[in-house]
């Protein structure tokens, strides 16, 4: 490989890794195009580009063990993070239901239409499952045992519905909480910047400068002499 290609393959490097975000956020799907005549109930949030777990663990055995229970739990990790980021917006959406004169039940309805898509599944997994026949309650339940970041709103909307607490006061609170824990976790992050630009510096713009100016001023040296 010629020197004048290094740069080159350096800026591609350079290049996926800016590009990397951009893509997975590429995936999410707006309110409008998941909004069809007639529809009731949002289609899947986004398609998830991944390798099964279990074809994992089949293919390397005990390794195949380990690194599908670490694929797993990242998987889940990136899930309630992501539940995490929309859970103010849909909180709002119940409050204004709430607020209009909805029952909760009512309210998780209208929600489920409007809400962003990482959550707007799991509410509309409540309708359906009280659709079937399974209390509201318990469909709650449900939601809240498979996705952690869930519980503080589900524990709101049970108190109303179990023993008739007012629910506005308690989604106001809560919204109001979520977003302070956002904030807070946002500021976290970005104090973690200058950390994480250490690797692109090093393996990418200092070899690049070193290709650029150095290397070129050792060669003319050396042909030189």
Not at 2 to 9: D, E, K, N, W
Not at 38 to 53: H, I, K, N
């Amino acid at each position: 490989m010629s020197l004048s290609a290094l740069p080159v393959l350096l800026g591609l490097g350079w290049g996926v890794l800016a590009a990397t975000p951009l893509a997975r956020r590429a995936h999410r799907i707006a309110v409008v195009s998941r909004l069809e005549p007639g529809e009731t109930a949002p289609p899947v949030a986004r398609r998830a580009w991944t390798l099964p777990t279990g074809t994992v663990r089949r293919w390397l055995g005990p390794v195949g063990r380990v690194v599908g229970g670490l694929m797993e739990r990242r998987a889940v990790a990136r899930r309630d993070a992501e539940t995490t980021r929309e859970l103010p917006v849909v909180v709002d959406l119940l409050a204004v239901g709430v607020g209009a004169g909805c029952t909760p039940y009512l309210s998780v309805e209208v929600a489920a239409q409007w809400a962003p898509p990482p959550l707007a599944g799991q509410l509309d997994a409540v309708r359906r499952d009280c659709a079937l026949g399974v209390g509201f309650s318990d469909a709650l339940e449900r939601i809240a045992a498979s996705h952690a970041p869930l519980r503080p709103l589900v524990d709101a909307l049970l108190a109303s519905e179990r023993y008739g607490a007012p629910v506005g006061d308690a989604l106001a609170r809560l919204a109001v909480e979520e977003r302070a824990s956002l904030r807070r976790r946002a500021e976290a992050r970005a104090r973690t910047v200058p950390v994480r630009l250490l690797f692109p510096l090093v393996f990418l713009v200092l070899p690049a400068f070193a290709l650029l100016s150095v290397i070129p001023v050792l060669l003319a040296g050396l042909n030189s002499t």
